[in-house]
């Protein structure tokens, strides 16, 4: 394969995760500034906000449905046809979101609503990751593995930086009532754009080489998730629990540090936006550092069990950081999504190498987006509960033990035997 058509491989990968994770976090960011007096009646003080990011946990319990239903295509009928359906089911639930009516307007069907977009989001989000790691993977020369498998996970820093950053300044453009009034939905209607250059860019695709030499060898699986269940429960299991690290590292950083800094530390909302748009670039670089030193000197478990290790002691330091003002704010943010990096980064070439190709799709979405479920839906109302009852402390207690459970997992395991053989090919 010729050098452009890598290059086009990896654009796909990376430009169609950015635009799922944009989705995803336009959402998010959303949901915590305007969605709860927007779509919920007035009650107790809080309670519109409470019900705004119950509606998040939705997307949580879809991506493993997901995850089920397009891993299911994506090991029968190809790749690039199953990626192009995870992109357009997430990107209408998004644009849709922009036309949706309000509380004032349609009393408790905007709610509906919202809820059934949102699980729109998560059910296409479960189909994406898996489908990207392996556009990238299973195109990749000898010794470029973890490498062409970063190029979706660039994709959440980016989409992180995307969809914050349009935030801040429609913040700045606009007064807060034209915000509240029209100027949230700007970044929904933007979504539809960015679809169609994603789609652009993966109908031009062919089915990866992985793929085709497997349907070549044996006809594709009629259950592929029965398949999994019966031959390699145990690689999905270990898989699940290795990447719970990433997750609770990303929602400690993110999601649950940003409604803490900001309503208890005493933080600006901008400001503490703009320190995370800052530390998301250290993500990006522990990203991209992590498959480096997985293709030339390590392998991919031993970067990860290494982020393990650092997560696991910066979760010690997050009370004296984070109460020492914006400079010790901002170092936590970005020690924390740096080591992040490094037990996300691998994960793309690290979770597809557990699975042979026939069963690939399957296994390494339900694996990711399990891990997600466990390590990223209820830490930030864990990390809340702690706070609220203990403080910060407990919370990096808390950090340092799902990195403590995602790194027994990874040094217990055992590889496969040809795994990676038939990932490299």
């Not at 995760?17 to 107790?44: Q, R």
């Not at 509606?55 to 295509?73: E, Q, W």
């Not at 849709?96 to 998560?122: E, M």
């Not at 700007?186 to 679809?195: D, E, K, N, R, T």
């Amino acid at each position: 394969m010729s050098a452009p058509s890598h290059r086009r491989v990896l654009a796909a990968s990376f430009v169609g995760t950015t635009i799922e994770f944009y989705d995803f976090y336009v959402y998010a960011t959303a949901a915590a500034l305007v969605f709860g007096e927007l779509f919920f009646p007035n009650g107790a003080p809080g309670t519109q906000q409470l019900a705004a990011f119950a509606t998040l946990a939705v997307a949580f319990f879809a991506r493993p449905v997901g995850s089920l239903v397009f891993g299911h295509f994506g090991d029968r009928v190809g790749r690039k046809s199953t990626l192009v359906a995870s992109l357009l089911t997430m990107g209408v639930s998004t644009t849709l979101v922009a036309f949706l009516p309000t509380y004032a307007t349609a009393g408790w069907i905007a709610p509906v609503l919202l809820c059934v977009l949102r699980f729109g989001q998560g059910f296409g989000l479960g189909g994406e990751w898996g489908g990207a790691a392996l556009l990238a993977v299973e195109h990749a020369p000898p010794g470029w593995r973890a490498r062409y498998g970063s190029a979706p996970q660039l994709g959440a820093p980016a989409g992180f930086i995307a969809a914050n950053g349009l935030f801040l300044l429609l913040g700045l453009w606009l007064s807060p009532a034209e915000f509240r009034e029209w100027g949230w939905r700007i970044p929904f209607a933007i979504s539809a754009l960015l679809v169609a250059v994603g789609l652009w860019i993966r109908l031009k695709l062919t089915e990866t080489p992985e793929f085709a030499r497997a349907l070549e060898e044996a006809p594709p699986p009629a259950v592929p998730l029965a398949e999994l269940a019966r031959f390699h429960w145990s690689e999905t299991l270990t898989g699940t629990v290795g990447a719970i690290a990433c997750f609770a590292a990303y929602y400690v950083g993110t999601a649950f540090l940003l409604g803490y800094g900001t309503k208890t530390l005493g933080f600006s909302m901008q400001g503490f936006l703009l320190m995370q748009l800052g530390a998301i670039l250290f993500m990006a670089a522990g990203i991209w550092a992590a498959a480096w030193l997985a293709d030339n000197r390590f392998d991919e478990r031993r970067v990860l069990a290494g982020g393990c290790v650092a997560t696991i002691a910066i979760g010690f330091v997050i009370a004296p950081l984070m109460s020492a003002g914006t400079g010790g704010a901002f170092a936590f943010l970005s020690l924390a999504l740096l080591a992040m990096g490094f037990v996300y980064g691998p994960l793309g070439a690290w979770l597809p190498g557990l699975f042979p190709p026939r069963v690939r799709y399957t296994g390494a979405s339900i694996a990711f987006n399990v891990a997600g479920v466990i390590g990223g839906g209820l830490t930030p109302l864990i990390a809340q509960g702690l706070a609220n009852e203990h403080g910060l402390a407990p919370v990096g207690w808390y950090l340092s033990a799902a990195a403590g459970v995602s790194l027994v997992a990874l040094l217990a395991m055992r590889t496969r035997k040809g795994a990676t053989a038939e990932l490299v090919g």
